[in-house]
């Protein structure tokens, strides 16, 4: 489960927190970036791209993220570096990888509350 919204009290609050089920217990890492409404694919076994979201001020965000939540190394051609953040600021969008890739395509979403 990664990040979301989050009841606290009598409002909502976007978290960063990954929760990582194993077959038997929870247990959880950061994000990095606080994200709601974003989209997420999975590159390697335990490595995700996060693009994306609503962030903690209510801004739409256009960063991109590369994070592990477990132990396991980086097969190649992965490598620790920076993505490009995405062109505009999207949210509520979805995305999803190419097979046989690396390539990510981002569809749909909105970038501010009045966009249709």
Known sequence: ILGGMVNKEDSHQVT???RVYDGSDWSSCKLGTKRAFFCAVKL???LIVNLGGLGSNQ????TVSLRKCKGRHYLPPIKVRDIPD???P?????CTILPDSYDIIVAGGSRNQRDN
Request: a negative charge.
């Open 90 to 94: 999207i949210s509520g969008h979805g």
């Open 16 to 18: 960063d927190t990954a």
């Open 59 to 62: 801004n739409v965000l256009r």
């Open 86 to 88: 995405i062109p505009s």
């Open 44 to 46: 390697q076994e335990s």
